[in-house]
């Protein structure tokens, strides 16, 4: 198995694996990301402007430079799940779940029968258009190394956890620091004590009911204090955080003197 493949082992392992959100349509990006050595990027087609195109030509990239393709879809939309996965994605990563039954419809997407309605057609990019020589065969291959990721990003899915740890097609739990300060009624106070306590009692839940845990990280103290605690989905940041960081520290460091 390639290294794509192996990511979803890896965190059943409870190895910790680490990404980011990829904004910028712009696979030379994806490339540099895998030769750099991110073990995934998250295609957001949530914030970000990709047609359904863009994002096939996004997850060729990933496959050249052997990282993981995680398609955040646009919403929950079941079609959103089924387009990404045919197209090749290595998972999704879905957005947008108001309720327990939301997050179920779209995981049935992910899996093939019985354990879901996904589609075993051989005649699509994800199985090699028919060509798909894998030793294991392309379903069985796909069903051991898609990765199912599922947002909790709300006050009202925080109090959902157990139930979403029942669905079994989800096998990781992401936590949205932003949008659930502001479901809280604080936007943006990702350090406030009560969003603090809500967060850390999801992951706490998570992973007592059998689930791998994810979050977004913005510093490296975050990404330390995260898997300390045992998350093993990591998002640092995204592409347009770090390009922009690195504009501005080389305009601090080597043009303002010259101002």
């Not at 965190?11 to 904004?23: A, S």
């Not at 929950?76 to 387009?83: E, L, T, Y």
């Not at 291959?141 to 599922?150: A, D, F, M, P, W």
């Amino acid at each position: 198995m390639n290294k794509r493949e192996l990511l979803k082992k890896r965190i059943q392992d409870r190895q910790p694996v680490f990404g980011t959100f990829l904004k910028n349509n712009s696979p030379a990006v994806a490339e540099m990301l895998g030769y750099a050595g991110f073990d995934f990027v998250i295609i957001d087609c949530e914030h970000s402007n990709y047609s359904y195109s863009d994002t096939e030509n996004m997850i060729r990239a990933c496959d050249v430079a052997d990282i993981a393709s995680i398609v955040r879809t646009p919403s929950c939309d079941s079609w959103h799940v089924h387009h990404a996965l045919e197209t090749g994605a290595t998972g999704v990563q879905i957005p947008s779940i108001a309720t327990v039954d939301d997050a179920r419809e779209a995981a049935l997407e992910t899996a093939f029968y019985p354990a879901g309605r996904r589609s075993p057609a051989q005649a699509l990019r994800a199985a090699h258009y028919g060509c798909f020589s894998g030793e294991k065969g392309y379903v069985q291959t796909k069903t051991e190394s898609n990765l199912t990721v599922v947002h909790v990003e709300s006050i009202d899915m925080a109090a959902k956890v157990e139930e979403l740890c029942a669905i079994p097609q989800i096998d990781v739990l992401f936590v949205g620091p932003g949008d659930l300060s502001m479901s809280m009624g604080k936007p943006g106070q990702l350090s406030d004590p009560e969003v603090v306590k809500v967060i850390e009692d999801i992951i706490k839940r998570g992973l007592a009911g059998g689930k791998a845990m994810g979050i977004l990280c913005a510093n490296e103290q975050a990404v330390k204090k995260y898997v300390d605690l045992g998350v093993t989905y990591i998002a640092y940041s995204s592409d347009t955080g770090m390009i922009v960081n690195a504009f501005k520290s080389i305009n601090k460091s080597v043009f303002s003197q010259y101002r």
